[in-house]
């Protein structure tokens, strides 16, 4: 069974968002820090250093604008020369001035264009990088009740994925991301995952749902949503992260860590691990080191999924089976306190890479030669 578990969490790949490795915060204050990246070649480079300790990060998604070059395939060689490659290519409709009422659902046609053709630019970046997922989030949405027809806002969201679907390569996919609310405090335009399923279902198999951890109500069951979209054929992907109150964005597994077990263990019970769903951090707060809080959010990920590994399915299925009620809470409960630390540091050394991938990073002087050489010019940062 060690074998098994060891084989599978090789197997896990865990994407990194270069928007992590720049200057973040809140609406109040982004603080900087020294040796943030200037330019998304550093940023590459400080992913790089990620998957070079953990071994199981080897892809960065992209967000656009945010990460615009001349060169599109000159980032991705870039990257392939650092030991890493480009992920999903995110889609930017929410900080130009044009958007105060909407992108793609906007009541003004001229709009409603402008978004559409950066989504189609977007498609355009992932055939220059080799990426096959294009990640849609929107925030469009409305304030006050009559502020617009919240049909024919549905109507327009529907014609822009449709187009953006039939742009796709036939090794391409889009994910569409929902969120709860904001900034749209009154009706948002995908605001759950039935809409976002709803959507995806009418378009076909290259469209497929997204949870982000943070999107949700106090209280809503994340994993029946997994399960669902699982059985459905529709989880595409991840965007993990932590909430207290809203969309925090803290490091996964911070808030409530027995979620993110739960999580996982439908995923793993699922197929999702091998399904091809997509495993990836969207976190940017503005406390923590960049690069260290990346790795330990990778960490944390890969703890959940080995203690979901570990639950006796024949076991729970017999208790379930039984209507034995405690039995069954118990079996996942053992393999949630299980200490899998060990397991993980005994798995990292035999692919030859440190016990300790914190402890490694912070011997390896890297952050101390970023600090020194990345003086001048302009520090990344997500565009707040």
Known sequence: MTTDIKAALRALHIETP????????????VFAQRGVPRDPYEKLADAAQVHAHTGVAPTVALHIPWD??????????????????IGAINSNVFQDDAYMLGSVTNPDPAVRRKALAHLLECVDIMDATGSATLKLWFSDGTNYPGQDDIR???????EALAAVYARLGGDQRFLLEYKLFEPAFYTTDVPDWGTAYAHCLRLGPKAQVVVD???????V?????????????????????SRFYADDDLMVGAADPFQLFRIMYEVARGGGLEAGVAFMLDQCHNIEPKIPGQIRSVMNVQE???????????????AQAGGDVLGANA????????????????????????????????KSGYFEKIAAERIGGTQAGWGA
């Not at 992590?20 to 204050?29: C, E, I, L």
């Not at 959940?304 to 017999?318: E, G, M």
């Not at 299980?338 to 990073?361: C, H």
């Open 18 to 29: 270069s928007w992590a490795y720049g200057n973040s915060g809140t609406r109040f204050k």
């Open 68 to 85: 615009k070059v001349a060169d599109y395939g000159h980032l991705a060689a870039h990257a392939r020369e650092l030991g890493v490659g």
């Open 152 to 158: 024919a806002r549905q109507d327009r969201l529907a």
């Open 213 to 219: 951890t943070g999107h949700h109500a106090p209280g």
């Open 221 to 241: 069951n994340i994993e029946f949503i997994v399960a669902f979209l699982l059985r459905e054929g529709k989880l595409g992907g991840f965007d993990f992260n």
């Open 304 to 318: 959940a999924t080995a203690k979901a590994l570990l639950v006796d399915r024949d076991a729970l299925a017999a």
């Open 331 to 362: 079996v996942l409960m053992d393999a949630y306190n299980t200490d899998v630390r060990p397991l993980l540091a005994e798995l990292r050394q035999e692919t030859g890479l440190a016990p300790d991938p914190m402890a490694a990073y912070a």
